[in-house]
């Protein structure tokens, strides 16, 4: 069996604050494999956004070990931690988080300008990309130009560009109606049966219901972690 | 890599045109202002070092002292203490080249109806070659003519103009105190010495027929004055000296008694004047270079204020991979695009105010490559220095801050 993508062992994370260390991720285990879809719940302050935050290597874990298809990024440097960004790992923010001066071209294919690929490559997947979400036709229209839901479309075009191992969605439709956040997950589905191991984030249960195994966060520890109940919420 | 980033940069530049053009109007005033400063002092330098020229290097004049008589005292120059055979004696000092007893004065020349007043320079043939003064017609007097007192003379260009009109001089006749001079040679123009006076207002005749026709002297021999050249600027220091001693001794001067000579160095005149220029030039450069960082302040302000306002952006970047050298280099550029597009701008409108200037006044103005190029290169590096903090604060947020950022 092949290597798994995320694999935590006993992860910790404590901030510092005035009344002493606030500890907002407590012994976390956890193991992902390739080509799964999880989702990740609990209500606010339960430690699942620091948790992302970990997975998607933008913070370093005060404790514990965190391996990253094989490799532990635990202690790594910023530039090592953007490289895994850049090259293994997809993001998908609540907010789209679209460049607003750029066209859909520019924003999907800024990763790979700073991975050093030239311009013709990157004009030539970032079409392919933009294709596969069903926005070819808008490459030169601005963000500001299109609807949410073709934004967060965007927003999973430019994810997908590197073909990373791993996609991490922050509350991907939280920002939207629930008519295009079925789009939205059913093209999340649609990329998952494509072999993409994804990671989301979400307090609604028929959004999470999308995913095959659901795992729960509260106080700062992972307290359930079982597959999704075989008779979904669908209303 | 850099085409995408050269490209995001002009984006930025222009999502804000207003904005971006003040800041770049500092950068133009600023560069500016420099060249335009450097252009009018070098112009003054090239001016002063023009006039300067004129005089003739490494001289010195000496002048005999001065004398007394019934509790008047005259100036110097007024006592007959300096003789053609000093000046003879001092031209076999060693680090000297020419050597021209000196006698002149104001007198009126005249030819028919017209009449000018003018200076009169009664000296020997050497006198030419230390002002470093051409002859552009004819031919200079000798020794012969000096020997022989002839009635000979050089004229300069003012007075020419104003005895001859358009007139050739050559070969004309003028009277000074009723004596007849046959002129020469006519003299390259000059202009004017340091003092603003004309050069060219002058004539000039041998030495002997200046003192028994025009001016008439104390004794024959006497002089009032002798220039003396030395080979170079470094000899004259050792000249000085010597000459100081050779003319107390051939003066029977004992030890304690006053110099009845004066010695005066017209290169420390000339050094001093130069170096009033210089120093008037770097007093402008500097002015005009606080201008410089001014609009290099201005640049780092408004860096730092789109840094603030683009922390998300920032925070997007470093999310799907930019390393901090990525965002270094991007805010970097962005502001040494803005410096430099104000240089480039602030370069021509220097250059234009420095030929504007030249056009409308008659101050010597002088842009040299040097000067562009040095401008340049600061207000380049003005726009590194400045825009490298903003740049590696933007660099050194750490990604989830920026992120939450709105």
């Known amino acids: ?235 | 890599m850099l085409r995408a980033m050269l490209g995001e940069a002009w984006q930025a530049m222009g999502a804000n045109r207003l904005r971006t053009a003040l800041t770049m109007l500092g950068m133009v005033i600023g560069v500016g202002s420099v060249v335009l400063m450097m252009a009018i002092g070098q112009g003054a330098q090239y001016a002063v070092a023009q006039t300067i020229s004129t005089m003739g290097s490494n001289l010195y004049i000496v002048i005999s002292g001065s004398t007394s008589a019934a509790g008047l005292r005259s100036g110097g120059g007024g006592g007959p203490t300096l003789t053609v055979a000093d000046a003879e004696a001092i031209a076999e000092l060693e680090g000297v080249v020419n050597v021209a007893p000196v006698h002149q004065g104001t007198q009126q020349l005249v030819h028919g109806a017209n009449n000018w007043s003018s200076t009169v320079v009664g000296t020997t043939p050497p006198y030419l070659d230390a002002r470093a003064w051409t002859i552009v017609a004819g031919y200079p007097f000798g020794d012969s003519d000096v020997r022989s007192a002839t009635r000979v003379a050089l004229i300069g260009r003012t007075a020419a103009e104003n005895l001859f009109g358009t007139d050739d001089p050559l070969g004309q006749t003028i009277r000074i105190r009723q004596s007849p001079f046959v002129i020469i040679g006519v003299l390259g123009p000059k202009g004017q010495n340091l003092d603003g006076r004309d050069q060219d207002d002058t004539v000039i005749i041998p030495l002997s027929t200046a003192q028994r026709k025009v001016f008439g002297t104390p004794f024959v021999g006497s002089v009032r004055m002798i220039m003396v050249q030395a080979t170079s600027a470094e000899a004259m220091p050792a000249v000085e000296r010597d000459m100081t001693a050779l003319l107390r001794q051939r003066h029977r001067l004992r030890e304690g008694q006053d110099n009845d000579f004066f010695i005066r160095n017209l290169a420390a005149a000339a050094d001093s004047a130069a170096e009033t220029t210089r120093v008037m030039s770097v007093l402008l450069g500097a002015i005009a270079s606080v201008s410089l960082l001014v609009g290099g302040i201005g640049i780092m302000n408004i860096m730092l204020v789109s840094v603030t306002e683009r922390t998300r952006e920032i925070g997007i970047r470093m999310a799907i991979g930019a390393r901090e050298r990525d965002i270094l280099a991007q805010f970097l550029l962005e502001a040494l695009m803005i410096s430099i597009a104000g240089s480039l701008l602030g370069l021509a409108l220097g250059v234009g105010g420095a030929l504007l200037t030249n056009a409308l006044t008659d101050m010597a103005i002088v842009i040299s490559g040097g000067s562009v190029l040095v401008a340049f290169a600061v207000a380049a590096g003005v726009g590194i220095f400045f825009g490298y903090y903003p740049a590696h604060r933007a660099a050194a947020l750490d990604p989830i801050e920026a992120l939450r950022h709105q």
Not at chain 1, 26 to 43: H, K, N, Q, W, Y
Not at chain 1, 87 to 102: A, E, H, I, K
Not at chain 1, 115 to 130: F, H, K
Not at chain 1, 145 to 171: F, K, M, N, T, Y
């Open chain 1, 1 to 235: 069996m092949s290597e798994p993508v995320i694999r935590v062992v006993a992860l910790g994370k404590t901030y510092p604050t005035a009344v002493g260390d606030f500890p907002a991720l407590r012994d976390v285990d956890l193991t992902i494999e390739a080509g799964e879809f999880v989702a990740i719940m609990g209500p606010s302050g339960s430690g699942k956004s620091t948790f992302m935050n970990l997975l998607g290597c933008l913070d370093t874990p005060s404790s514990g070990d965190y391996f990253l298809v094989g490799r532990n990024v635990a202690h790594l440097s910023r530039d090592e931690l953007a490289r895994l960004r850049n090259r293994t790992l997809g993001f998908v923010f609540q907010g789209f988080n679209l460049l607003p001066r750029m066209n859909l071209e520019d924003n999907v294919s800024l990763p790979l300008v700073y991975a050093g690929i030239d311009r013709r490559e990157r004009r030539r997947r970032a079409r392919s990309e933009l294709d596969r979400v069903g926005l070819g036709e808008y490459a030169g229209s601005l963000p500001s130009r299109i609807s949410g839901g073709q934004q967060q479309r965007v927003a999973i075009a430019r994810a997908l560009i590197h073909s990373p191992s791993l996609i991490l969605a922050d509350e991907p439709t939280g920002n939207l109606d629930s008519q295009t956040s079925e789009e939205i997950m059913a093209l999340f589905g649609a990329l998952n049966r494509d072999g993409i191991t994804l990671v989301l984030v979400t307090h609604e249960s028929d959004i999470a219901a999308h995913a095959a195994r659901q795992v729960r966060f509260r106080d700062g520890r992972m307290v359930s972690d079982q597959p999704t109940p075989k008779a979904p919420a669908t209303c």
